[in-house]
């Protein structure tokens, strides 16, 4: 799970240090500097002070015996943090992304909420969110798509050459790990790009980055490695207990 933390960091980086190419219209490393910096500094400024401003939050919820207490300030939370990233210049995925590692039940516990709620997750309070935002966003990525480049030679070549280097990519990872663990479940673990690849490959396309031969071909990577990963994921594990 912290290897595919660090992964995703290292990919907000890179969408980071691309956005800023492009908003400048020209490679300048003292730009590309920059922007590396200030993504560090915010990722590494929110996860220092954000519990403290996330508990302040509470307490000043908590005192007006907000009844939501825990859905209102997890996702006023999350807004504030997307909306702070793209005041810096950073993708607002950057900051919903770093206030996703920081929320935590445990911030509750001492905030007067109804009892009913006490054994209520965060999770389980915005899940009606989910249920009903996730569906849109996949249909937007889907829309995006045309069906017929799958059918394209190019697109497929794209696409083969781009699940080699996922799954490849993703199993070298594993040999860094130490002996006892199982390297191979790793790998196969971090395989899929899921949803966090089909928004870097959203934004690269608003950007221009991204035309819609190479949208479809890591679409088609991302369905293949999520796909993939499961089975192999619990033939590894299987494996490694026998």
């Known amino acids: 799970l912290g290897a595919a933390v660090m992964d995703d960091i290292l990919g907000l980086l890179m969408l980071s240090i691309v956005s800023s190419i492009i908003v400048s219209g020209s490679i300048n490393l003292l730009n590309i500097l920059v922007t590396v910096i200030l993504a560090i500094l915010f990722i590494g400024g929110v996860l220092f002070l954000g519990p403290y401003l996330l508990r302040f ?3 000043l919820l908590c005192k007006l015996d907000l009844v939501e207490a825990k859905m209102f300030t997890s996702y006023l939370f999350v807004m ?3 909306w702070l990233a793209n005041l810096v210049g950073l993708a607002t995925i950057i900051g919903a992304f770093t206030a996703g590692l920081i929320l ?7 905030c007067r909420i109804p009892k009913e ?3 209520v997750s965060i999770k389980s309070l915005i899940m009606p969110l989910e249920v009903i935002l996730v569906p849109i966003f996949f249909v937007l990525m889907g829309i995006q798509v045309k069906l017929e480049a799958f059918f394209d030679s190019q697109v497929l070549i794209m696409a083969a050459g781009l699940l080699v280097a996922a799954i490849a990519g993703k199993l070298a990872c594993g040999l860094g790990v130490r002996q006892k663990v199982n390297r191979l479940a790793i790998g196969l673990g971090m395989m899929p790009r899921g949803e966090v690849g ?5 934004i690269g396309k608003s950007l221009g980055v991204i035309n819609d031969a190479l949208f479809s071909a890591v679409v088609l990577t991302v369905i293949v490695t999520t796909l993939l990963s499961p089975p192999l994921l619990k033939l590894a ?3 490694k207990r026998d």
């Open 237 to 239: 594990l299987r494996s």
């Open 57 to 59: 939050t509470i307490r």
């Open 117 to 119: 709620e006490y054994n």
């Open 80 to 82: 504030v943090l997307a």
């Open 198 to 202: 089909l928004i870097f490959a959203a």
């Open 104 to 110: 935590n039940d445990t911030f509750f516990r001492h």
